[in-house]
């Protein structure tokens, strides 16, 4: 079955860039979409089919997609960005969705 | 306001039977996919199945597929997921989503359902 890996964590100092990549198999095919989970919340979209942002959500939060790396980036980094983050496709092949591990955000 | 209201927490015994309801508000219900997602205490999503109210297509991943069972109930706008017999690992809490298409984000949660399973 088609497999996601993003790393366990990130960390970044308030003001500057953080970026959490999502690697695949070819997944520059698909269809991208990552989730924002804060403790205790429900995980939220942030970005939709790469690169789009539902309405809401700041320009700080961006997508790319390519080769095997999908990459989530976020600007000038907040303390209310600190959360776990998901990637997730659809996979064709299999018929079904699949996660990312996902990837804890610190902020220092 | 488009939103998705589910049932509230559930604490149950090893081999009990559950049905968790996620109720839909401000959309057409059968235009929409309505998806299930596991998160167990600590970790990450998981996920478990989904269904098109519409026609009821149902799809299951294969970790959850025989486990439960995905329904929905146009009249009332609400889905369902339905476990026959509950293990101490479904102990987990329970989110339903919605999808405009398969290959789409999943744009709207519902609150999240937690299930205890303890003896």
């Known amino acids: 079955s088609y497999v996601l890996t993003q790393p366990p964590s990130v960390s970044v100092a308030p003001g500057q860039t953080a970026r959490i990549t999502c690697g695949g198999n070819n997944i520059g095919s698909k269809s991208v979409h990552w989730y924002q989970q804060k403790p205790g919340q429900a995980p939220v979209l942030v970005v939709y089919d790469d690169s789009d942002r539902p309405s809401g959500i700041p320009e700080r939060f961006s997508g790319s997609n390519s080769g095997n790396t999908a990459t989530l980036t976020i600007s000038r980094v907040e303390a209310g960005d600190e959360a776990d983050y998901y990637c997730q496709v659809w996979d064709s092949n299999s018929d079904h969705v699949v996660f990312g591990g996902g990837t804890k955000l610190t902020v220092l | 306001e488009v939103q998705l209201v589910q049932s509230g927490a559930e604490v149950k015994k090893p081999g009990e039977s559950l049905k968790i309801s996620c109720q839909a508000f401000g959309y057409s219900f059968t235009n929409y996919w309505i998806g299930w997602v596991r998160q167990m205490p600590g970790k990450g999503l998981e996920w478990m199945g989904i269904i098109y109210p519409g026609d009821s297509d149902t799809r299951y991943s294969p970790s959850f597929q025989g486990q439960v069972t995905i329904s929905a109930d146009k009249s009332i706008s609400t889905a369902y997921l339905q476990w026959t017999s509950l293990k101490a690992s479904d102990t987990a809490k329970y989110y339903c989503?919605?999808?405009?298409?398969?290959?789409?984000?999943?744009?709207?949660w519902g609150q999240g359902t937690t299930v205890t399973v303890s003896s």
């Open positions: 989503v919605r999808q405009r298409g398969i290959l789409y984000g999943m744009d709207v």
